[in-house]
């Protein structure tokens, strides 16, 4: 971990605390998942946030716990969203063109003419998605903390330790002094905040992080998922996901209404707190598909940012 990504993350704060949080999404909006069409105010709102990021028109759908857990029978405690795959092929049909030569009778006279006579052929090629994915599903645990956070005036990722207005919570820079928060329990890189975060506190803002970045996470998975792209391997697919989602965490929480300095260290939480604790998952899917990769990190295979960004992630 660079002391360039610690500047870089402070810098960007102290540039950007003047504009105040906006609510997006009016309060007492209905349950996220009460639309059975999934045109919610959440869902449509979200969707917009995906498209951007994807780059074309894709929905968010919000479901409730029980069709959450019938749609994922074995692990609904687990998974947070997903995308379904959509089709692919090693192989693609192709028409193409082909000249005879014919003949025929004019005044009497055998007459020699060309014609075009099409055909089809079998060309083999890279594993490509033949239909784009359209559509991400979201577990209630991830759109209740997504509403919450867009319905909220002042954003609940923010403290007010005496200042005159509310500060992020969470600040980046590392430190061995009282109030912080570590990666580990060894205790091995701790990061100061802004006031003593209570257990309940730690885990509402863990969750409001999550799913965050969550909605960008799967937002990558559908562009991943374009017609015509070739299909990650398994060694790429939830690893690109994830740091791009880092990369794009910030632009979410924004969009929700969050001030840049707070939207900057919600996504410094996650690279700095969650971020490292990937790299030893070890339930079977992430050992096929890893999270984590030394590719993501300031100027790495996987980063994403503008040139001349100075901000990670």
Not at 47 to 62: D, K, L, Q
Not at 165 to 190: H, K
Not at 256 to 272: K, M, Q, R, S, V
Request: aromatic content about 10%; some cysteine; proline content about 9%.
């Amino acid at each position: 971990m660079s002391l360039f990504v610690v500047v870089a993350v402070m810098a960007g704060v102290g540039a950007a605390a003047a504009r105040a949080d906006t609510a997006v999404i009016p309060a007492g909006t209905p349950d996220p998942w009460s639309d059975p069409a999934h045109q919610g105010v959440l869902e449509r709102f979200a969707s917009n946030v995906a498209s951007t990021i994807v780059g074309r028109p894709v929905s968010v759908r919000c479901e409730d716990q029980a069709t959450w857990n019938a749609l994922n029978p074995s692990d609904a405690a687990n998974v947070a969203g997903f995308v379904n795959t959509p089709p692919h092929s090693t192989t693609t049909t192709v028409t193409r063109y082909h000249y005879v030569w014919r003949w025929h009778v004019v005044h009497g006279k055998r007459v020699r003419y060309r014609r075009k006579v099409s055909y089809t052929t079998v060309t083999t090629h890279a594993d490509i998605f033949t239909r784009s994915a359209t559509t991400m599903e979201l577990s209630p645990e991830v759109c209740q903390p997504l509403q919450q956070f867009g319905e909220a005036g002042s954003k609940p990722t923010k403290c007010q330790p005496g200042t005159p207005a509310p500060v992020p919570c969470f600040t980046g820079s590392p430190t061995n002094d009282f109030p912080g928060i570590c990666e580990d329990a060894a205790l091995t890189m701790c990061y100061a905040t802004a006031t003593d975060w209570s257990d309940d506190y730690f885990m509402a803002y863990d969750t409001y992080a999550q799913a965050l970045l969550t909605l960008a996470h799967e937002s990558i998975h559908l562009q991943q998922g374009t017609a015509g792209l070739p299909v990650p391997p398994n060694s790429l697919v939830e690893s690109q996901a994830e740091c791009s989602g880092m990369q794009w965490t910030a632009r979410v929480a924004e969009q929700f209404g969050d001030t840049p300095d707070d939207a900057e260290t919600i996504a410094a939480y996650f690279w700095l707190i969650g971020y490292p604790n990937e790299v030893s998952n070890s339930d079977a899917y992430s050992l096929a598909h890893p999270y984590w990769s030394a590719d993501c990190k300031p100027g790495g295979p996987l980063d994403i940012r503008p040139a001349g960004s100075t901000v990670w992630p």
